[in-house]
């Protein structure tokens, strides 16, 4: 499946669009699910990144070195024909996760990164861990070995409001958590929270963040507009136009310690439009056209290379990509939806005129 395949060609206009080129950027958080929807839904990440961290909350989770061999192969197969994009595997931790198997699967090469969700935190988040000291060893053999720990930042406490679940986590877990190992190097994912940026500012380089296009462009009011909006909805929840705008601020400042994370989560209609709808937004395929539209709209295009392309591969320990991408401030639509054995799932913006297109790519 070839670039025009994927994504609809840019309006033609008489006037020189601006153009913008880029090392070809990474996606440190990716959802692509398994079967039919990772068929469905990995053209459009391929062909816009080079290379990913894969999350692995399937069911049952990606816990042992084994699955995720099993995964990453599953992945590759699934590639469009000329795709070089490359996954990274996240092992997902469990009370029960053993040091001595993180360690293989780090040396190996097999994972990346471990996940910690808090049990129950999202999506097939219940075999997560219930005490972070449950994996007290984890996580000091994880510092020594300089293995990165992703966290979804959340408590799942009942009384605790949703919308200060992640600054309630911060505070609770992930400042004793970062006090504990002062080496570890953490990523607070899809960070959604001013408190989260400044942690990640307060204990930078070793702490970082991903940032999603979604966070970047909704605040909890959207949710809301016009009727409730399933299709808008994640975990984390949208915040408040403060915290909003505190993500523009730090995905646009230049700073090495965020980067793209676009938690591209695909779910059917049916499950999103549904009693008790799935958190997750898809995302996958109109991804960097809305990155570029924030850094475009907050004066900061000079620093969207360094978000997209340079800051997550520093973090960790990679060389930028090889080859470029060609970004166009001109006019171009997506599909509302893609198909999955005969069911829909509703693209992020895709009933929008997007006011950027991707050009061409060079491996």
Known sequence: MSISAIFEKPSERTEDPLRIIIRRPDDWHIHLRDGSM????????????????IMPNLSPPVTRVEDAVAYRQRILDARPTESDFQPFMACYLTDHTSADDIERGFVEGVWKAAKLYPAGATTNAHHGVTDVLLINRVLERMERIGMPLLVHSEVTDPDVDIFDREARFLERTMVPLLERYQLLKVVIEHVTTAEGVAIVRDYAPRVAATITPHHLTINRTSLFQGGLRPH??????????????????????????????????????????????????????TALQTYVQ??????????????????????????????????????????????????????????????????NIEK
């Open 38 to 53: 990772l068929k469905a839904v990995l053209p459009f990440t391929a062909a816009q990144f080079a290379r990913g961290i």
């Open 232 to 285: 808008l909805y994640c975990l984390p929840v949208a915040k408040r136009e403060e915290h909003r705008l505190a993500l523009r601020s730090a995905a646009t400042s230049g700073e090495a310690s965020f980067f793209i994370g676009t938690d591209t989560a695909p779910h059917l209609r049916g499950a999103k439009e549904a009693a008790c709808g799935c958190a997750g937004v898809f995302v996958g395929a």
């Open 294 to 359: 924030v850094f475009d709209e907050e004066g900061a295009l000079p620093r969207f290379e360094a978000f997209a392309s340079l800051n997550g591969a520093a973090f960790y320990g990679l060389p930028p990509n090889a080859g470029t991408i060609e970004l166009i401030k001109r006019p171009s639509r997506f599909s509302p939806t893609i198909e999955v054995d005969g069911a829909e799932v509703v693209v992020f913006r895709g009933d929008e005129n997007l006011v950027w297109s991707i050009g």
